[in-house]
């Protein structure tokens, strides 16, 4: 059912309400690092912005894939990192580094709410954690200044993306695979999908969906190793405007959500995990007082040299894998849109 037009007016203007005191209460507490504090862009540029916390292990893979894709800049919001990710960052020259110490567990969809309203408002930006990279249809070939071009031209302002948790083909404790220098990119390769479940995305949230067969994932391989049960869908590319809502780091409303969907490749098993799983655990810092860490530990304990791959682990190729595969949506339209610029 609709939302009659008042009502709706008055929904946004009380999210608009909160999201200037959040906005302003977060501003308080942020403070400049290092990098560029302001950026010229066109319509068709995008950035990414992210949250960052004692990420060395990933952060210059992350910075160079999504430079190397085309984005325009990239801006980080540390959040009391104890390692080298402040030093390794700054040393990028598209990169900006702010600071601010406001308790994830409690602000961690406050703060990524700011960070797009702040650096990209009514401008596209990828909204991302420094372990997901992002992928989209048919970017082996297709820049990502055509890719978002098409966004705009049917004026969509959000994008629903599929994660994919990676693994590699051995134990995920005590490999080989270098953190700092991008080598997990290619040593956790794998994937599945016969352990994800689709369902629709969810009603009440009053967004126009261009494509009926968009659907929101859950599970994966966690669930089938760890019996949980984590969402793996999130419209975290998106074009900020007063209309659209952040409701939290999956879900938007009163969005004009696009007739593709993209990916993000998870990179969360590298070798570390047990010792992440087991500061997680401590800190108490995730969802639920980190209550599917707790799962990851018991399960690390009761299995030696856990192994994620499977007989059902399919190897990752490329985007049109993923669109063979049904893990992305692509419309008539889009297929259309990027053939004609193939020729």
């Known amino acids: 059912m609709l939302i009659h037009p008042l009502r709706q007016s008055a929904i946004q203007l009380k999210r608009l309400i909160k999201s200037s005191l959040e906005y302003r ?28 916390r004692n990420a060395e292990a990933y952060i210059q893979a992350f910075i160079e894939h999504h430079l190397s894709l085309g984005f325009r800049h990239i801006f980080l ?7 080298a990710s402040i030093d390794l960052a700054r040393g990028y020259g598209k990169v900006t580094i702010y600071e601010c110490l406001l308790p994830y567990q409690h602000y961690k969809d406050e703060l990524k709410r700011y960070l797009a309203r702040r650096f990209s408002y009514q401008r596209w930006c990828l ?13 082996e070939t297709l820049s990502l200044g055509q890719f978002i071009s098409y966004l705009n031209r049917y004026d969509y302002d959000a994008v629903l993306l599929q994660m994919l948790d990676m693994y590699p083909a051995g134990p995920i404790e ?10 997990f990119l290619t040593d956790h390769c794998w994937f599945e999908i016969d352990s994800i ?3 629709q995305i969810p009603a009440g949230l009053e967004n126009h969906l261009s494509n009926p067969d968009l659907r929101i994932y859950f599970g ?14 999130k419209f975290c590319l998106i074009r900020p405007n007063a209309r659209l809502y952040q409701v939290n780091h999956h879900l938007v409303s009163f969005a004009k959500v696009a007739d593709i969907s993209a990916a993000l490749l998870h990179y969360k098993f590298l070798n570390d995990f047990p010792r992440v799983v087991a500061k997680a655990v401590a800190e108490k810092q995730y969802f639920q007082g980190s209550a599917e860490y707790q799962r990851y530990q018991d399960v690390l304990r009761e299995t030696e040299q856990l192994t994620l791959r499977s007989p059902y682990s399919i190897q ?6 993923l669109v063979d595969l049904g893990v992305l949506a692509v419309s008539d339209r889009y297929q259309s849109y990027y ?3 193939q020729v």
Do not use: K
């Open 25 to 52: 209460h977060i501003d308080r507490y942020t403070t400049h690092i290092a990098g560029y504090q302001n950026l010229e862009r066109t319509a068709n540029d995008c950035i990414v912005v992210a949250l960052m």
């Open 77 to 83: 919001l540390d959040n009391g990192s104890e390692d």
């Open 127 to 139: 909204i991302a954690d420094v372990d997901e990279f992002f992928r989209y249809p048919g970017d």
């Open 174 to 183: 005590g490999g080989n695979q270098q953190r700092r220098d991008g080598d």
């Open 197 to 199: 479940q689709r369902r």
């Open 220 to 233: 994966g391989v966690r669930a089938r190793v760890f019996q949980t049960e984590p969402y793996l869908s």
């Open 316 to 321: 990752f190729e490329t985007t049109q894998q």
């Open 339 to 341: 053939d004609i610029l």
